[in-house]
């Protein structure tokens, strides 16, 4: 998605609205441990509504991203300009990616985006800066 207008560095962008659910789908987020913010099943909502209501679903990922999620707001990580498209880095918040994919961002040449679990010592300890803290608290965990 892209931005409405201006955002300052560190401003609150929107809220991570939704349901909560153990499960990580191809597009929740994940919160918590074995927490994850889920759009409600039976939600009849057009696509107007989804991107007012639910606008963190059209968020994509980045390796080199504008924006983070603190808790469950997404706050601007830099200045980003009207138009800018806001992306995060899902790897700072998923641990296990439910539908991995192949990034298409310039920075990392296109590796697959499987969630934190996977990633180097050095991946980890590159990210820990902006990691939501129920990844913090594994950043140590055995990589796989
Ligand atoms: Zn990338």
């Avoid at 806001?86 to 985006?113: L, N």
Wanted: a neutral charge; charged letters at 30%.
């Amino acid at each position: 998605m892209v931005a409405l207008h201006a955002f300052r560095k560190g401003e609150r962008i929107f809220e991570i609205d939704g349901v909560l659910t153990p499960t990580p789908s191809r597009y929740s987020v994940q919160i918590d441990t074995e927490v994850h913010v889920e759009v409600p099943e039976h939600a009849e909502v057009d696509a107007e509504q989804m991107l007012v209501r639910y606008p963190w679903r059209c968020l994509n990922h980045a390796c080199d991203p504008n924006a983070r999620i603190v808790g469950r707001e997404l706050r601007a990580l830099r200045p980003i300009r009207a138009a800018e498209e806001i992306t995060f880095d899902y790897e700072t918040t998923e641990w296990d990616m439910a539908s991995p994919f192949p990034c298409g961002c310039t920075r990392c040449g296109g590796r697959t985006i499987r969630g934190f679990r996977h990633l180097s010592r050095e991946e980890r300890e590159r990210r820990r800066p902006w990691l939501a803290p129920h990844l913090l608290a594994r950043i140590d965990a055995p990589v796989g």
